[in-house]
C-alpha cells in the first residue's frame, strides 16, 4: 500500500516526502507544466499561506508585491507548488547535494 498524499497544507516547510514521486516527475517534465500543477494541486487539496507564499514568492525577484497581492490563493499555491517540485527534481537523495533540496521553505 501506498503512502498516502493530500490533503496538503504548507504553512512553512515542504518536504519531498510530502509529495508523490509522480507529481514531482509530472510538474518538472519538459514543456510547459501548467496542467500538470494544476492537476496535481487539485488531486491533492494542495494550499498554501498566503501571506507566507507571497513573502516567499516576492524573494525570488520575478514578481513584485502588487502582482502577488491580487493572485487568486489557487495561483500562489500552484506557483509554491511549481517550485517546490523544482527543487526536489534536482535533489540527489543526499545531505550535500550540489542542487535542490528535500525541503522546500515558504521564507522570504
Same mark, same amino acid.
Given at each position: 500500500?501506498?503512502?498516502?498524499?493530500?490533503?496538503?497544507?504548507?504553512?512553512?516547510?515542504?518536504? %519531498?516526502? *510530502?509529495?508523490?514521486?509522480?507529481?514531482?516527475?509530472?510538474?518538472?517534465?519538459?514543456?510547459?507544466? +501548467?496542467? $500538470?500543477?494544476?492537476?496535481?494541486?487539485?488531486?491533492?487539496?494542495?494550499? %498554501?499561506? @498566503? @501571506?507566507? @507564499?507571497?513573502?516567499?514568492?516576492?524573494?525570488?525577484?520575478? =514578481? *513584485?508585491? $502588487?502582482?502577488? @497581492?491580487? =493572485?487568486?490563493?489557487?495561483?500562489? $499555491?500552484?506557483? %509554491?507548488? =511549481?517550485? $517546490?517540485?523544482? +527543487?526536489?527534481s534536482?535533489?540527489d537523495?543526499?545531505? *550535500?547535494?550540489?542542487?535542490?533540496?528535500?525541503?522546500? %521553505?515558504?521564507?522570504?
Open positions: 500500500m501506498g503512502i498516502e498524499h493530500g490533503p496538503i497544507h504548507v504553512t512553512d516547510v515542504l518536504s %519531498v516526502t *510530502d509529495l508523490p514521486a509522480q507529481c514531482v516527475d509530472d510538474c518538472t517534465g519538459p514543456g510547459p507544466a +501548467d496542467e $500538470a500543477v494544476t492537476h496535481w494541486r487539485k488531486q491533492l487539496s494542495f494550499t %498554501v499561506d @498566503a @501571506a507566507q @507564499a507571497r513573502q516567499c514568492l516576492a524573494g525570488y525577484g520575478a =514578481w *513584485d508585491e $502588487a502582482d502577488l @497581492a491580487s =493572485w487568486e490563493p489557487e495561483r500562489l $499555491a500552484e506557483t %509554491v507548488l =511549481w517550485l $517546490a517540485c523544482g +527543487d526536489f534536482e535533489w537523495g543526499t545531505e *550535500d547535494s550540489p542542487a535542490g533540496s528535500d525541503i522546500f %521553505v515558504l521564507e522570504g
